[in-house]
């Protein structure tokens, strides 16, 4: 099959990789000439593990193909995947202008019948406004439908997580154009879910409120068990054996960030209030996120006994989650910006394995390290943001030799309290003794 891919991100470069590898002709379609260039070059846009090697293979093979046409990807293809950004505006509610955009270009370029899909989260009724747009702007001859497919891979497993997922959900009216999705995800495992195009766009919600609910949950829990003296992982590795509960997800840490579950919190909530319902749960699932931060910014001020003139820290971990450079909400951003507003003269050394490029951009003022032990020297105070494995396993000893005062404040909980108090550590983890 021949397809195109409108957005070259985190969604819809994978996407057009997985096709093109699975022996579909996949037109990728960008609207930056320089990425476009570096992109046909096999050069990536950013980090994803294993990516840069399916992309390589199929430009190689000829069958993935980047442009900045329309004319030259939409007319050839069966299949119009739309994967372009979908961030929050300042209400909470979803900025649909990227979807809008390219939707109005895919309309101008259609020819043949030709399904277009949106991949992008999107709040329930946008397909319907896809498909009045396409239908005023299109010639009158094409034919069109328009198919909810809302995508669910993660950063950092983006390529299996598209190999195999748990579920492939289809959004459609029109059978012909649901046997065309169905055509297409034929040698890729996984569920099939068929619905409304209105029920495909809330399953992603729904999805991702759900999951952030039980991060915000977890820390709720863990708020009370410092208070109580009782250690939050072993209360929950004991709920979690539960099997209609499950352990999975509930992750008690500086609070859930990234690209999607902010945002999606925020759009469901506007939904919810614009057609009159208050969404209580999900509002507090938000503040309790934002108390992670602020709760551990407190305990790094407590730490340091309110004195942060001319103090250094350790961070260890920048991106908001491990295995990826994605800096879009990360709690990192959030934990540095409140320190550096209650002191300016406090001193940042920082380690991230994949994000430094990134953050090179947007922090200043910071002192940007080879490893956590050049990261570490000299300093007060060390904070562990995101859980990358290579924090997992450092010699504590040898840290230990290189701070000025031995402090850990594992924002991950990716240590053991009583081994690192053994080592002569201060610990504070989240929710722990
Ligand atoms: P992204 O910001 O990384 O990528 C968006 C891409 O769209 C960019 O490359 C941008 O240049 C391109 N673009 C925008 N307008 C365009 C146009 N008119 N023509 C061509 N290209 C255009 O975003 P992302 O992380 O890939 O997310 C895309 C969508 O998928 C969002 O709605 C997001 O919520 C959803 N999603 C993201 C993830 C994730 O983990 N990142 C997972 C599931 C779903």
Known sequence: MTISIIGHGYVGLVTAAIFADLGNTVWCVGRTKKKIERLKQGKM????????????????????KFTLNYAQAVPPSEIVFICVGTPSKNNGEADLSQVFAAAALIAKNLIDYTVVVTKSTVPVSTNEKVKTLIDKTKKKKAKFDVVSCPEFLREGTAISDTLHPDRIIIGADSKKAQNLLLDLHGPIKGERVLLSIREAEMVKYVSNALLAAKISFANMIAFLSEKLGVDVERILDGVGLDKRLGRVFLYPGVGYGGSCFPKDVKALINTGKSFGERMGLLQEVESINQEAVSKFVQKIVESLNGRLRNKTIAVLGLSFKPDTDDLRDAPSLKILSALKKKEQKLKIRIYDPQAMEKAKIILKDVVYCKNPYETVRGCHV??????????????????????????????????DPEKVKKLGFQYLGVGRR
Do not use: C
């Open 45 to 64: 846009p950013f980090f994803e593990p294993g990516l840069s090697e399916l992309v390589k293979r199929n430009l190689e093979a000829g069958r993935l």
């Open 382 to 415: 060390l904070l562990i943001v995101t859980e990358w494995n290579e924090f997992r396993q450092l010699d504590l000893e040898k840290i230990k030799k290189l701070m000025q005062t031995p402090i850990i404040l594992d924002g991950r909980n990716i240590y």
